[in-house]
């Protein structure tokens, strides 16, 4: 039980296109869904919490207009990168969480995304 | 502000030889502690949390770790590495701000000599 998948797995995008990944939780209600960002060999770096059917709350130096999140329904996040660049290149990871779990996090495998 | 610290970079063992990953945290209530890892190019898979009762709890793989409060810490343990552990390993701390968010440490990555 509790799994999260994220699509795509990786992609790569032209600098100034727009992308969007998914995240999905498989076989649970998620009220609150994580993104974050992870550098090679770095930790994970959270840029925003979304609740279902609020706006996403943003980190500290996260630009949310640049990283558009929707929580549309209690199964499915997603995060849009717009106006790519190549420093948006990076492993981006979604997470969720029920309301009643304590703080455990759910997490999806990532999404590999290169700004060419 | 609530912290994770994780000493250790990188730690180089032998396979079958015991482990131990240090995890500190800087939290005024009591924690709710978690240890994830986390295989190249891979999501975070949990290996065990602690929220309160007994102190050393039991995880998968045959992991454990033990809450100490005197020592704020929150060690990693296992007796006999396999070469299939080779990964990173964080610390996270929840409920940090009285938010859902987790506080992770730097990380410490495992290597594993056959």
């Known amino acids: 039980g509790a799994v999260v998948s994220q699509h795509p797995s990786w992609v790569i995008c032209k600098s100034g296109t727009s992308v969007k990944i998914e995240c999905r939780s498989l076989?649970?209600?998620?009220?609150?869904m994580f993104w974050y960002r992870q550098f090679p060999k770095q930790s994970l770096m959270l840029m925003a919490t979304s609740n279902e059917g609020s706006k996403a709350t943003y980190e500290q130096g996260v630009e949310k207009d640049k990283f558009l999140i929707n929580h549309a329904s209690l199964t499915l996040s997603t995060l849009t990168v717009t106006s790519a660049h190549p420093e948006d290149s990076s492993f981006y990871i979604c997470?969720?969480?029920?309301?009643?779990?304590?703080?455990?996090?759910?997490f999806g495998p990532g999404t590999r995304l290169t700004v060419t | 502000a609530q912290s994770v610290t994780q000493p250790d970079i990188h730690i180089t063992v032998s396979e079958g030889a015991s482990l131990e990953l240090r995890c500190n945290y800087s939290y005024g209530a009591t924690p709710y502690l978690f240890w994830y890892v986390q295989s190249p190019g891979q999501g975070l898979q949990l290996l065990l949390k602690y929220f309160s009762g007994d102190t050393l709890v039991q995880g998968i793989k045959g992991f454990e770790a033990e809450f100490k409060r005197s020592q704020s810490s929150f060690n990693l343990r296992k007796p006999s590495v396999h070469w299939s552990d080779a990964a990173e390993y964080f610390c996270?701390?929840?409920?940090?701000?009285?938010?859902?968010?987790?506080?992770f440490g730097t990380g410490t990555r495992l290597q594993v000599f056959p």
């Open positions: 076989d649970f209600q998620a009220t609150t």
């Open positions: 997470s969720a969480k029920t309301s009643g779990s304590s703080y455990e996090q759910y």
């Open positions: 996270a701390v929840g409920g940090a701000e009285n938010t859902d968010k987790l506080i």
